[in-house]
């Protein structure tokens, strides 16, 4: 499976709901929510209050991606706010599974993030119990980075290693992804493109994620004709 995820970090913040309806007219799979709380990462974004806003103003899937400390407070809030996809750093918890149960709980797809610098070996003892997986492929905290080339063989490898266990997790790659790295992303096992300034950074982010949809689509036609 293919996704495309549009996020927000890079669309104008007095303009949250207008961003969310560009991602709806580009036929977008979901809209990727960015919550930085100036503690685990330097910036602040926003809260739960936002999410629950553009709750009622887009029908598309809302993937959260929590950069906070001390997620367990949060991630209640998030569920209640309407988030689809909830996902927070393997960093920032105390209680892993117990936070991934409480998503999983709520009926909610769990995934949990990890930085550029922590290995996938970490995610073993709860492989099975992840809805998805956010491998960052930046420094979480800002939008328009480049994207670390070194992250590749994560990508790779996690994916092996779920196709080998028969796992269903699915691999959304976060950070300095563009329609130019997607199709080699996709070949390394990428479900979920979350892609920030390529698509509110281009001249007309409609376009551009109609295109990354198309592509998208390409590589689901080929996954299936694979099987
Ligand atoms: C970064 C965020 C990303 C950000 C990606 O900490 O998690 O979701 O929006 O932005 P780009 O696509 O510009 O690298
Ligand atoms: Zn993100």
Redesign the pocket.
């Known amino acids: 499976m293919h996704l495309i995820a549009p996020?927000i970090?890079?669309a104008d913040f007095s303009q949250l709901a207008e961003a969310a309806s560009l991602a709806e007219k580009g036929q977008a799979d979901m809209v990727?929510l960015?919550v930085m709380d100036g503690h685990f990462?330097p910036n602040i974004t926003f809260g739960h209050q936002l999410v629950a806003s553009l709750r009622e103003k887009t029908s598309l899937p809302l993937n959260v991606?929590l950069?906070v400390d001390n997620p367990s407070i949060m991630i209640p809030l998030f569920i209640e706010a309407g988030s689809d996809w909830l996902s927070f750093h393997l960093e920032a918890s105390r209680h892993v599974h117990k936070d991934l149960s409480t998503i999983k709980e709520a009926g909610r797809k769990a995934g949990l993030a990890l930085n550029p610098a922590t290995p996938i070996e970490l995610l073993n003892e709860v492989l099975e119990d992840l809805d998805f997986i956010v491998i960052?492929t930046?420094n979480?905290?800002?939008?328009?980075?480049k994207f670390i080339p070194a992250t590749k063989n994560k990508i790779k490898r996690l994916s092996q290693e779920l196709a080998e266990k028969r796992l269903p997790a699915l691999i959304a790659v976060?950070?300095?992804?563009s329609l130019s790295n997607m199709a080699a992303l996709f070949e390394l096992g990428m479900n979920i493109a979350?892609?920030?300034?390529?698509v509110y950074g281009a001249d007309n982010p409609v376009e551009m994620i109609r295109k990354m949809k198309a592509l998208a689509t390409e590589f689901n036609k080929c996954s299936v004709q694979k099987k």
Not at 140 to 145: E, S, V
Not at 174 to 177: F, I, M, Q, R
């Open positions: 996020s970090l890079s990727h960015d990462v991606h950069m960052m930046v979480p905290g800002w939008g328009g980075q976060d950070g300095g992804v979350i892609c920030g300034s390529s």
